[in-house]
């Protein structure tokens, strides 16, 4: 009997050449060169998607954002298939001073 959670799963970039094989469950993540170093969720393979970074917008001031490879800020990475999205969402990081 094979264990379902023990299964092999393997993973691809649609923005880069990374790959992987895992077994059980979780999920698979890699700094992604075709998002600019980005911390990026891999996809199981034969899902069509599409991998994007959103940029922050607005004035980021003080904060402590996360910025990809060419110094852009970012908000999140989007997973975008044909039956849902998922996100990876970089809150900022606040910072407070002892005196
Ligand atoms: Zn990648």
Redesign the pocket.
């Known amino acids: 009997m094979t264990r379902i959670l023990d299964a092999e799963r393997r993973w691809s970039?649609?923005?880069?050449?990374?790959t992987a094989v895992t077994r059980g469950p979780g999920d698979r993540f890699?700094?992604?060169?075709?998002?600019a170093g980005l911390l990026?969720p891999?996809v199981l393979d034969g899902v069509r998607c599409e991998?994007r970074a959103v940029l922050r917008e607005d004035y980021v001031g003080g904060e402590d954002v996360r910025h990809d490879g060419d110094g852009r800020p970012v908000m999140a990475v989007t997973v975008t298939r044909d039956d849902g999205q998922d996100r990876v969402v970089y809150a900022p990081t606040a910072h407070v001073r002892r005196s």
Not at 13 to 18: F, G, I, R
């Open positions: 970039c649609p923005n880069c050449t990374a890699h700094a992604c060169t075709g998002l990026t891999m991998v």
